[in-house]
Every structure is written in C-alpha cells, then in structure tokens.
C-alpha cells in the first residue's frame, strides 16, 4: 500500500502501481471528476490519462465527493472506478494509515467485502513488467528522424509522446524483446511496476547492449534506471516506504542544480554499488537516495524520477532531449 499525491487520473492509470492499493493523504478526493478515458490524441495515445486501463488493485480515500467540476469531466471518479472493478474505500483515516505506513514502511493489504473473501497475495514477488508490457511491437512518430526503441515496462502515454515531440520514432518493444538485434538511435527503458531485480531477461538484454559498446544513448526513467544499473552490475533494494508525490528534491551531482521532481519508486539504487565506469548523476536532497546514474564515457544516463510535464513540474522535462544532460 502507497502514499501519493498527484492528479488521480493519472496516477490510477499509472503502470508503475500494479497490483498496489493507493492511499491519497490529500483529504477530499473526487470533486474534479474524471475526464474522457478512451479520448486518444493524434498519436493513438490516451489523451487525459496514462494508459488504457485503471492499474491500481483498490483506492482508498477520506472523504470522497460524488459531485465534481472541471472543463474537461464526463464522469464521477466513483463511476469509474465501478466500470473498471476496482474497489474503493472512503471515511479511512487517510492521516493515521500514513502514520502507519511512515512507521512500517508500505504493508501488504487487502480489500475484502462481506461474504466474497480473497488471497492475499504479495505483488512484489511477481514480475508485474510482463503484466503491464506490450505484447508486440508498436510505432508511435512514424516517419520521425530519429529511431528510439523505447522498452516497454509499463510506459506512460505521456512518456511517448514527449519522445514524439522531440523528433523520435518511437519503437514500443516487449519488455523481454531481444534488444541487440535492433537497429536505433537510441534505447530508452521505461517506468515500470514492481521489483526490478525480477525482470531477469530484460537486465541481461540491457546489460549485452552495454557491453556491446554500441554508440547510440541509452536513457532510462525510474524502473529504466533500476534495470540499468542493475545490468551494469549494482546493487538495488526495497526503500522503507518508497518517494513518492510531486515535491521531491533532487540534485544534478554534476551541476549542483536542484530540481523539484515527481516520483513513484519503491525501491532503490545503492549507489555505492556501481561498478568503476559509472557514476551518480542525481541525488535526493532528502534522503540521498540514488535518483539517476551515467556511464563516465558513455552516452548512458537515467533518471530515477519522472522528468516530464503532466501531473507535475515541467523544469525537469529537458531531461529527455537525449543530448541534455549526458
Ligand atoms: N515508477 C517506476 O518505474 C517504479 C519502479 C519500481 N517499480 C519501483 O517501485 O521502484
């Protein structure tokens, strides 16, 4: 069970929060709505929301509001989540269960109504990846000058489109796709549920493109920065209770510059862990937690937080210009 805060619609279609039960500390939840769902933009992606389906397993709130407002809101976030099957709750003491949670980290938890008893089962020993990944491949900016083969851990809509955006065709690929036949400008590994030392074949496939010594720039967001530098050889490990929210302080260890993030992450980079070659390339201002690595001559970088605009800053978005930080 998490702690978030962040724009619902978004954070509900997140892939990243497979098979998790979200808890939101801010207090009245419901009252913008939700907007169109299936709306696509031009790119065949989901317009208002970051993937086709809701992917949290249930939602619990304080207070919820049935009425809502908002220009762009055609249904209340009760009606959605009631098309979808994915319980709710409200009237929990959202504050006390982040005592909670903030004293024994997240918890393993269940929703269970009368007279329909469930399993309980831990998320964290499955591979949510090949859950949420797709199942072929897939062409967004066709015609685009530069060819990024984008691995699919569970992406959000608005990652491909700001790849889009910046020139790239964008090859969506499984996330267990052989990566070293593939010819690209570019590899960009995806955000993603789930713990990233499970995703086996995807860290081996990564880790023969770096030792392939291949030219082309290798970036990877959140789960992408886990799985690479797991495949350079370091160490990962569950936080306590993750970061999460859109106020999280992170510092370029290069520049010094300081940015204010959005995150979803619940486990870690033990920094000390990279192998000689590699470095840190952000780090958490709070809790010095690993927020990114690069290779030291290699075009290889990541970032641990979200650096684009929906549902958060926009100061970080500069982060996928491929040659912006690396
Ligand atoms: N947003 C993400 O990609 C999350 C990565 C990983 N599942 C974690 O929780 O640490």
Redesign the pocket.
């Known amino acids: 069970m998490w702690i978030y805060w962040l724009r619902y619609p978004e954070a509900l279609t997140?892939p990243?929060?497979r098979g998790q039960i979200l808890t939101l500390t801010y207090p009245i939840v419901g009252n913008y709505g939700v907007p169109n769902t299936q709306e696509l933009d031009e790119l065949g992606l989901r317009k208002h929301v970051e993937s086709a389906n809701i992917q949290v397993s249930g939602l619990l709130v304080q207070d919820y509001s049935n009425e809502y407002s908002h220009w762009n809101s055609v249904k209340s976030l009760g009606q959605w989540l009631q098309e979808e099957k994915v319980p709710a709750l409200f009237g929990i003491d959202t504050r006390m269960l982040t005592k909670i949670i903030r004293d024994k980290g997240t918890v393993l938890a269940k929703i269970e109504f009368d007279g329909q008893p469930i399993e309980i089962s831990d998320p964290n020993q499955k591979n949510?990846i090949a859950e949420v990944s797709t199942k072929e491949i897939k062409v967004f900016g066709k015609g685009n000058p530069i060819k990024v083969v984008a691995v699919d851990?569970?992406v959000k809509h608005n990652i491909i489109r700001l790849l889009v955006k910046r020139g790239a065709e964008v090859h969506l690929v499984p996330w267990d796709q052989d990566l070293l036949s593939l010819d690209y400008d570019g590899l960009f590994i995806?955000?993603?549920?789930?713990?990233?030392s499970l995703a086996e074949t995807l860290i081996n496939n990564v880790r023969k493109v770096l030792e392939s010594d291949r030219p082309q720039p290798v970036f990877g967001?959140?789960?992408?920065?886990?799985i690479t530098a797991l495949a350079a050889g370091a160490k990962?490990y569950k936080?306590p209770m993750?970061n999460r929210g859109q106020n999280q302080p992170v510092l370029n260890v290069m520049t010094g510059q300081a940015f204010i993030t959005a995150?979803?992450?619940?486990?870690?980079i033990d920094s000390k862990s990279l192998p000689a070659g590699w470095s840190p390339l952000f780090v958490n201002a709070n809790d010095g937690t690993n927020e990114g690595i690069m290779h030291n001559t290699k075009p290889v970088f990541t970032a641990?937080f979200?650096p684009e605009a929906k549902g958060g800053p926009t100061d970080t978005e500069v982060i996928k210009d491929f040659d912006g930080v690396a």
Do not use: A
């Open positions: 997140d990243s929060y949510l851990c569970g995806s955000n993603g549920p789930g713990d990233p967001i959140c789960m992408g920065n886990q990962s936080l993750g995150q979803n992450h619940g486990y870690g641990q979200h």
